[in-house]
């Protein structure tokens, strides 16, 4: 169990990493990140929180400050967040070992537990159309779009500060909703004016000191 | 579609989901249900709820489903390979770039629109999922003339639920798990 005392947060985890072959790190991200996510519902930040919890709060292999540039690296990259946020945190702590064994631990969970509700529903497609199951479905699909709504508005700070962010996050949101665009593009575009937009910005800045 | 066109598909979706899962959702119905036609409606209305309701990273739960029912046990593996292979690759190099370039000028215009587009697409996939519970249907945005009677089937206890977990999550600590519980069952009771 976790040691009562507080005292050289740092140098304990460093202390306690130090003693540990890269290994066992690997092993113990693997089993840690199986329990995360057959447990964790909700996928990426639910998953972020509990990693957190597990390896900040619990073991104090990380600091606050390491989670904070994880998450930056983890939104950057593509990919689905919570597999993203195992391979930085597993390298961080366990080289490329910890990465694969993060990430194994990240996926396995899932592929069992879909692979038996997929099996089972293509057996009770008679159930899953009762009235009752259906609303059950359109209820927690409600409770989705609240969600995912909360999230949003959470990020919404920490993206809208220009009117050149607006201005992307509209034209995205009607290129998707009104004429179904492909989001890729979408994406793709964004990427592209915004590089575009930041030259300029720079090109600016360095015209104005040259003045 | 075959297996390759699987991995491949998953792949191609692992290098384009900013942002995190959520965008799975829109980029699954363009691709998989309006283009190629390989899932039903309901058959990823189905998908969305299950990747949802199950525990693990909702991108994973969606690519293992997609992919089992492709090809079973072994697509379902594949189309997660597919999906986790450029985050692998992609993580490791971006802590490593990231780090040293972070005030260049193509990461930060980079960020300055990938930001706000994901953000967009979010919203979008707010939309999608509505249309699969409060609303009956499509929003038919360019028909005018249809938006009364669409408003009209409006499911007025779904709005309410999608409403109230957005005030709760808002204001209080509360998981969301209890939240998805309680929906559920208010659903089963009240939504037809």
């Not at chain 1, 104090?60 to 690296?73: G, N």
């Not at chain 2, 739960?61 to 985050?87: C, D, K, S």
């Not at chain 2, 215009?109 to 587009?117: E, K, S, V």
């Amino acid at each position: 169990m976790d040691t009562p005392g507080t005292t050289g947060r740092d140098d304990q985890s460093a202390a306690e990493l130090r003693g540990l072959s890269r290994w066992r790190v690997a092993w113990v991200l693997f089993w840690s990140y199986i329990r995360i996510t057959s447990l964790v519902l909700g996928g990426g930040y639910a998953i972020i929180a509990a990693a957190q919890e597990e390896f900040v709060r619990r073991r104090k292999w990380l600091t606050e400050d390491d989670v904070l540039e994880m998450i930056t690296v983890t939104q950057t990259v593509p990919g689905i967040l919570a597999c993203n946020s195992a391979v930085y945190v597993g390298w961080k702590l366990g080289g490329l070992a910890g990465a694969v064994a993060a990430l194994a631990g990240a996926v396995i969970p899932s592929l069992v537990i879909i692979i038996l509700i997929a099996a089972v529903i293509s057996r009770v497609q008679g159930f899953i159309q009762k009235p009752m199951v259906r609303g059950a479905f359109i209820g927690l699909i409600a409770c989705i779009v609240g969600m995912v709504l909360a999230t949003a508005i959470r990020m919404w700070k920490k993206v809208m500060k220009e009117p050149f962010a607006y201005i992307v996050a509209g034209c995205s949101l009607i290129g998707l909703a009104v004429f179904k665009f492909k989001p890729a593009w979408l994406i793709l575009a964004a990427i592209f004016v915004g590089i575009a937009a930041q030259t300029a910005t720079a090109v600016r800045a360095r015209g104005g000191r040259e003045k | 579609m075959n297996l390759a066109a699987l991995y491949l598909v998953f792949f191609k979706f692992g290098l384009l989901c900013f942002g995190g899962g959520y965008i799975l959702i829109p980029l699954l119905q363009s691709e998989l249900v309006e283009g190629r036609g390989v899932l039903a409606a309901q058959e990823f209305a189905d998908l969305v709820s299950v990747a949802q309701v199950t525990p693990g990273p909702i991108g994973i739960n969606t690519a293992t489903y997609v992919g089992f029912t492709q090809h079973g046990v072994f697509g379902a593996v594949l189309a997660t390979l597919g999906i986790v292979t450029p985050t692998l690759v992609l993580v490791l190099l971006a802590a490593k770039l990231l780090k040293r370039y972070h005030s260049s000028v193509p990461i930060q215009g980079f960020l300055r629109g990938m930001r706000p587009a994901s953000l967009g697409l979010i919203f979008a996939a707010a939309l999608i999922f509505a249309e699969m519970s409060v609303f009956r249907g499509a929003i038919p945005w360019l028909k005018p003339a249809e938006w009364l009677a669409f408003l009209r089937g409006v499911r007025i206890p779904a709005l309410l639920i999608a409403a109230g977990t957005l005030a709760v999550l808002l204001k209080t600590k509360v998981s969301f798990l209890y939240l998805l519980l309680i929906s559920a069952a208010l659903g089963a009771f009240l939504c037809r």
